[in-house]
């Protein structure tokens, strides 16, 4: 029966939108606001949002949402931006969120909006600062154990898979059957760019379910510097058969000491919004593997100039046009760390169940043990237990603001280093920011409290 009443809701939803849509080629702004009528009347509860900003600034042609928004309706496949509508929507913030919202009062742990999964830890480059490259490139998941994670993560509610690697795009064949196998959830994959091709595109097109963040790092000298020679030609090529088939895509950027002003320079992030990226996700530079770089961290200086011009880039009345999050400086956002489970949890190609696609400890592989029972394991458990892990959101993870945190969890856990080429141990990991924490921590404390203080900013 819940089947039913579920593709019922689906397919009510799914109405609304086809009206809304109609609407929208008689005049766009009529159509936006039923969009955020429906949205509100759905997800009303879910999130704290301001309805009445969105629709302003959606339905006023002079700010930047409305703009972003009619370049997406110019752009994009239709077919694709209901896939998106439907399955992001409905599906994942919609259905997913009241099922696990619900199951977390269940089981008393941690239940996950996104699983991020690694098929595969083969690469046909290797980064700087790259996690995968620590990994070895002889691991793979298979079809059928990726398969059980999705169809286990639904059953708790989970509707968002992203992958990593590893190059993902390794395994598109299989990525692209899951994405047939599941139309109703969202696949998100972080790549390198190298392997897009046309018949990719096609694929991605027809599944309307599978989206990628392409990595690219400013300017093209900056770039290769970390990647390889000729590496960001290869990922603005892709970029323009992606916008051509009319698909969803945006890009992934790590942002480092040496990086970070280019990466979020104006002739930059003009150059993302032509090529028709639609989001751009920076992740500070972490310290992980025993042959990391410390001197990609960033000053504090550094660190507050991204915290400033991410929310610049991200405005969606005077902003450029791109949707941007810093997954460091917007913790208040997400209420601090969201990983454990809490939003979000790591299979690495080996199948470990990790809290993070940065910290590589487990006591718990998804052969052996079911999401369930690892959502309920010791160190996932500790997660749930100690979360938020500083009250201070611009502080938010346990290794790089809170280093002694993550080592006491390790440590009251047994969790072991899933690194099988070169183990690292939590103190090891958590040595490398001890200055950097001490050093971010006052400054931290006055961004935190001069953000508090403004009524505008809560």
Sequence with gaps: MSSITHAAGRKVFSAVVDHAFDRIKTKREDGYLEVLDAFQKYMSGFADVDWDYLKEVATNPQYTLNRFLNSILDEVDPDVLKKTIL??????????TKTIRKNREIYKCNVPWIILMDPTSACNLHCTGCWAA????????????????????KELGIYFYMLTGGEPLVRRNDIIELCRRHNDCVFFAYTNGTLVDDELC???????????????????????MRRGEGVYAKVMHAMDMLKSYGLVFGTSICYTSLNYESVTSDE???MLIKKGCRYALYFHYMPVGNDAATNLLLTPEQRTYMYHRVRAIRNMKTGPGLFTMDFQNDGEFVGGCIAGGRNYFHINANGDAEPCVFIHYSNMNIREHSILEILQSPLFMAYHDNQPFNKNML????????????????????????????????EHLCGKCVDYAKA????????WNESHADSEAK
């Design 87 to 96: 399955n992001l929507g409905y599906e994942a913030f919609y259905t997913g």
């Design 395 to 426: 502080r938010p993870c346990p290794m790089l603001e809170n280093p002694a945190v993550l080592q006491r969890l390790v440590k009251e856990t047994g969790a072991h280093s899933t690194d099988l080429k070169s183990p690292e141990s939590a």
């Design 440 to 447: 971010w921590a006052p400054v931290a404390e006055k961004l």
């Design 202 to 224: 096609r694929n991605m097109k027809e599944v309307g379910n599978f989206f990628l963040a392409l990595s690219v790092e400013g300017k093209p000298e900056v770039n290769d």
């Design 134 to 153: 620590e990994y070895g490139n002889k691991m793979n998941l298979t079809l059928d154990e990726m398969d059980s994670v999705i169809k286990q993560g």
């Design 268 to 270: 930059f992030i003009d």
